[in-house]
């Protein structure tokens, strides 16, 4: 099976060997995002709500550059440093998803790239 590399300017450029998402059949691997702004690539500023908001944003953007949107998502990965903002992430993901929303994961790690306390990945399919 071919693979195919999927880039957007409307999120952060890949920090490492790896693509923002990669198309394999009719699946979209997103790669993780964290709360990076695109155009600066510095964390975006405020509260955790803003940067879970953000996370989900990088995702939309790939997705989209991807041909779909994140209302194709089968699966979500939520990675948090602090188990407790977990009823945050469901509010914010209300307004990214519709029913059916999509398999989720939420785990819980002791740090994340850039000492951000978010980070998401999904696999859609278009």
Not at 2 to 9: E, G, N, Q, T
Not at 19 to 30: D, E, P, R
Not at 65 to 92: P, Q, R
Request: glycine share 8%.
């Amino acid at each position: 099976m071919s693979k195919k590399a999927v880039h957007s300017d409307n999120a952060p450029a890949a920090i490492g060997t790896y693509s923002q998402a990669v198309i394999a059949g009719k699946l979209v691997f997103l790669s993780g995002q964290i709360p990076l702004l695109p155009d600066t690539g510095a964390v975006v500023e405020g509260d955790f709500e803003a940067r879970a908001v953000q996370v989900f944003e990088n995702l939309k953007a790939v997705a989209e550059a991807a041909g779909g949107t994140l209302n194709d998502a089968v699966k979500v990965t939520v990675f948090l440093t602090d188990l407790g903002n977990f009823a945050t992430v469901n509010s914010v993901m209300e307004r990214y998803f519709e029913k059916p929303f999509p398999a989720r994961a939420a785990v819980g790690v002791a740090a994340l790239p850039k000492g951000v306390d978010v980070e998401a990945d999904a696999i859609i399919a278009i």
